[in-house]
Nanobody, 127 residues
Framework: QVQLVESGGGLVQAGGSLRLSCAAS????????MGWFRQAPGKEREFVAA????????RYADSVRGRFTISRDNAKSTVYLQMSSLKPEDTAIYYC????????????????????WGQGTQVTVSS
């Protein structure tokens, strides 16, 4: 089992920045590809960003590319999502997730590829 705990959400004005953190415990963090997803009210959960086990490979949704940056610190068992130039449409609950059993360069961009999920952190962007 892997436990994931997100933090760093909050209320920010449009154009502002936030950094989300997701702390993992329970298993060897470097064995997992990690991802961030979000779910806005009345909408389905959607992919935001993902990072491979090896740290060198990342992928982003078109809607956040160039504004968000995913990173990880395997020594701290933590994955981050730096969000800049935030827009009201970024308002959502943000979830981190862990994907097991993949190679070091694998990127998981679909929710069904993830084995473990955090409980989410709310991000609200005001206009």
């Amino acid at each position: 089992q892997v436990q994931l705990v997100e933090s760093g959400g909050g209320l920010v004005q449009a154009g502002g920045s936030l950094r989300l953190s997701c702390a993992a415990s329970g298993r060897t963090f470097s064995n997992y590809a990690m991802g961030w997803f979000r779910q806005a009210p009345g909408k389905e959960r959607e992919f935001v960003a993902a990072i491979s086990r090896s740290v060198s490979i990342t992928r982003y949704a078109d809607s956040v590319r160039g504004r968000f940056t995913i990173s990880r610190d395997n020594a701290k068992s933590t994955v981050y999502l730096q969000m800049s130039s935030l827009k009201p449409e970024d308002t959502a609950i943000y979830y981190c997730a862990a994907s097991a059993g993949r190679g070091p360069t694998y990127i998981a961009a679909q929710s069904y590829e993830y084995n473990y999920w955090g409980q989410g952190t709310q991000v609200t962007v005001s206009s």
